[in-house]
């Protein structure tokens, strides 16, 4: 499994790398999704983590331009975010993402809602 974390925090970033080199995952980071698009380029992923607020292209902004291509219209999509307001819930669920996480969490609560996308 390839994961891509989309976070403008290194640290964010780091953290949840960490959690999925534990669990064996291969994992690629990108600052935000502009950067995350170009680094869709020669790499194939089974799986997103993306934050809401990201400078030059946010969350869901990049949730809807994956969500276009056919390769990841049905990818599982997590976001990983302080928002916890539900009408930005709502636009992340119409934007395609999958299951919605709000920063600080428990490893366990990510690990846990990651098998549940993988059935």
Do not use: C, H
Request: proline fraction near 3%.
């Amino acid at each position: 499994m390839k994961f891509l974390i989309v976070d403008d925090s290194v640290t964010m970033r780091k953290i949840v790398a960490l959690v999925l080199r534990e669990e064996k995952y291969d994992v690629v980071e990108a600052e935000n999704g502009k950067d995350a698009l170009a680094k869709l380029e020669g790499n194939t992923f089974d799986y997103f983590i993306v934050d809401y607020n990201m400078p030059e292209m946010n969350g869901i902004e990049f949730i809807k331009a994956i969500r276009q291509m056919p390769q990841y219209a049905k990818t599982p999509i997590i976001m990983l975010t302080t928002e916890n307001e539900q009408d930005k819930q709502e636009e992340g669920r119409q934007a395609g993402a999958n299951r919605w996480i709000v920063k600080p969490f428990k490893n366990e609560v990510l690990q846990v809602t990651i098998r549940e996308l993988l059935g």
